[in-house]
């Protein structure tokens, strides 16, 4: 049997090696049987399992998989970046080309508050990788409700990001109550108390959730987009392409759930939501002194 430590890359035989985890703590009971807690890779997840359960993939095995969701995240990046200089190009058009040349634009500036260091540390890098102002926060996910206010107070952003880990509790069947989840409730608190400060769904556009999250209850708590309608895992990074998308349309349009979900991830089974005002607002003249 494969010895394992923190760190290891290892998948569940139970689920068909579907999911590759890191090893972030091994727990010793007191009849000698050890859990190992276990967070994705590449997905908003937290589990356990035992040494039985356990399988090392190959480094073959554990690159390719690694490499599927490089080439979808840079095929996203990619096609990103191409729609935003189409649009740029198509709004600039309609004006006169001495015009064209002294609009700026300023998109929506981003709040992103997370339960998982190292997920928002990739977040925060596709955020400057998008040119997308934003403001990370490490809050574990049963305080978000209570900081929620204080750092909207502090920081204004347009869009508010409310993630970290989530999942169905093992056996539950109920999909609508919160006892069912580890920490659905706590996202959908810190929604409705970001609501009670802003409740207008176009001045703070608000993504909530993590993977198997309580999608129905995020929404009707007043989040614009959320997780996990068909209680799916969402990539770390879709947060960032739903914000990138809103950020950068323009204050004059709304955009409808299927544009703003076109470059995630994990699309719509996993992520959901109601049309919503862009936040890109042009900027004319140009300051020569830029």
């Not at 080439?71 to 970046?81: A, D, F, G, L, Q």
């Not at 998982?116 to 400057?128: A, K, P, Q, V």
């Not at 959901?272 to 140009?286: A, F, I």
């Amino acid at each position: 049997m494969d010895e394992f430590k923190v760190g290891d890359i290892v998948v569940r035989k139970s689920y068909g090696g579907d999911v590759y985890f890191k090893i972030i703590q091994i727990i010793k009971k007191q009849d000698g049987q050890k859990v190992y807690l276990l967070k994705g890779t590449e997905l908003r997840i937290l589990a356990d399992a035992f040494e039985g359960d356990l399988e090392k993939p190959s480094f073959d095995r554990i690159n390719d998989y690694s490499e599927g969701y490089k080439k979808k995240i840079t095929t996203s990046m990619k096609k990103i970046i191409l729609q935003r200089k189409a649009n740029i190009s198509n709004s600039r058009g309609k004006l006169s080309p001495r015009s064209s040349e002294s609009v700026l634009g300023k998109s929506g500036k981003v709040l992103h508050i997370d339960g998982d260091e190292e997920y928002l540390n990739i977040c925060l890098r596709g955020y400057r990788q998008l040119e997308i102002t934003a403001i990370g926060k490490l809050v574990p996910e049963a305080s978000q409700p209570e900081v929620v206010i204080p750092l909207l107070k502090q920081y204004r952003p347009d869009l508010l990001v409310l993630t970290g880990h989530d999942a169905m509790i093992k056996g539950a069947l109920d999909y609508k109550n919160l006892d069912s989840y580890r920490n659905s409730r706590y996202f959908v608190e810190a929604v409705k108390n970001a609501r009670e400060y802003e409740p207008s769904y176009d001045d703070l556009v608000i993504f909530a959730g993590a993977c198997q999250s309580c999608y129905e209850a995020l929404m009707d708590a007043g989040a614009n987009f959320a997780s996990s309608p068909h209680r799916v895992l969402i990539h770390a990074l879709d947060p960032v392409f739903i914000c990138e998308k809103i950020a950068y349309a323009s204050i004059s349009k709304f955009v409808s759930p299927i544009e703003v979900l076109e470059n995630t991830i994990t699309g719509e089974k996993g992520i959901g939501g109601l049309q919503t005002r862009g936040k890109y607002r042009e900027l004319s003249p140009k300051s020569p002194y830029e």
